[in-house]
């Protein structure tokens, strides 16, 4: 990039106290990583110089928690010292995952929120995204990425200063295997793009659509499971987000702060996540996988019937949210 739009390549340990003192005041995006991991880091990675403790694991259905073993019947006490000996049951399997864990601050000006940026810091974050996301594709252990944005204490967000994470792991998990499952199996049925159909679908509908440009659409999802709930999907059938062009990264800013600053006009008090739904970096399905960006504000508490359901309340129609998140765009 430019010298105007600069981005602080990643540091080892050793070089902080000199480099950042010579680009304190140039920077304009900067990735670290993060100090408190989720993921315990790859072998591979940049900043191998910091040792990430904690790991995060992964913990199959085993096959013998379904084959009745452990029902009625069983004599109880049989059934504690079977427990004990959980390498014969796999009750408790799990195996260790690698990856990374960073953290995007999205600008040096303390501001909390990504629309105090103008569009153009915002496309320099996405820039950063992108970047960041080749890099760890490289590496052909890590298998798939998210990225995420916690806005206000009721999403998680622990600081105030505008920024968003990245994690990346070794393995796909079970929800986006499920995911990607069904992408492929419309695609097989219908032989075209499940989000690709949709899209089209909605701009003859105009019901859900809250903005449009030449490569971008705005919309709530049909049947969203939460208030406000709105999603940002390219026009153009994409897989992974990191092979966006530049054009496409400009306007994608623009969208994106349009729309989740008519979301803070009109919820002022909502929080909100955002998560970067991109294909695993390998094995993939070209033709049917579709990356997007989701917007979940948190306007509403999951409660014990959606805990013990997976059935999900909401008190806002979409295509109402819809026509007042338009009288809140610019």
Request: glycine residues 4%; neutral net charge.
């Amino acid at each position: 990039p430019s010298s105007d739009h600069e981005l602080t390549r990643p540091l080892h340990r050793g070089q902080y106290a000199k480099e950042l003192a010579a680009q304190e005041d140039r920077w304009k995006v900067r990735v670290v990583p993060n100090k408190f991991p989720a993921i315990g880091h790859s072998a591979s990675s940049v900043f191998e110089t910091h040792a990430f403790q904690s790991s995060l694991y992964r913990e199959p259905v085993p096959s013998s928690f379904l084959d009745g073993s452990l029902v009625a019947g069983v004599h109880t006490q049989s059934v504690a010292l079977a427990v004990e000996d959980a390498d014969n049951l796999h009750l408790f399997r799990r195996e260790k995952a690698t990856g990374c864990h960073e953290v995007v601050i999205e600008s040096p000006n303390h501001v909390d929120s990504i629309t105090a940026l103008p569009a153009e810091q915002i496309e320099i974050v996405l820039q950063a995204y992108r970047m960041r996301l080749l890099h760890w594709r490289a590496q052909q252990n890590l298998q798939c990425a998210v990225i995420f944005k916690n806005f206000g204490a009721d999403a998680g967000a622990s600081l105030s200063h505008s920024h968003s994470q990245l994690i990346c792991l070794d393995f796909v998990p079970s929800d986006l295997k499920r995911m990607h499952q069904r992408l492929t199996e419309h695609h097989e049925k219908y032989g075209t793009c499940y989000i690709c159909q949709m899209v089209l679908e909605e701009q003859r509908a105009k019901e859900r659509i809250i903005a449009e440009s030449e490569h971008f659409i705005v919309l709530c999802p049909f049947a969203s499971r939460f208030p406000f709930a709105f999603s940002l999907l390219p026009k153009r059938h994409r897989c992974h987000f990191e092979e966006l062009s530049l054009d496409e990264l400009r306007d994608l800013a623009a969208m994106m702060r349009s729309s989740l600053l008519a979301l803070e006009r009109a919820q002022p008090s909502a929080a909100y996540n955002y998560v970067f739904q991109t294909s695993p970096f390998h094995r993939y399905h070209p033709e049917a996988h579709h990356w997007r960006l989701r917007v979940i504000p948190r306007l509403s508490k999951v409660a014990g019937f959606e805990w013990g359901s997976d059935c999900f309340i909401n008190t806002t129609k979409p295509e109402t949210a819809a026509e007042v998140l338009r009288s809140f765009l610019d």
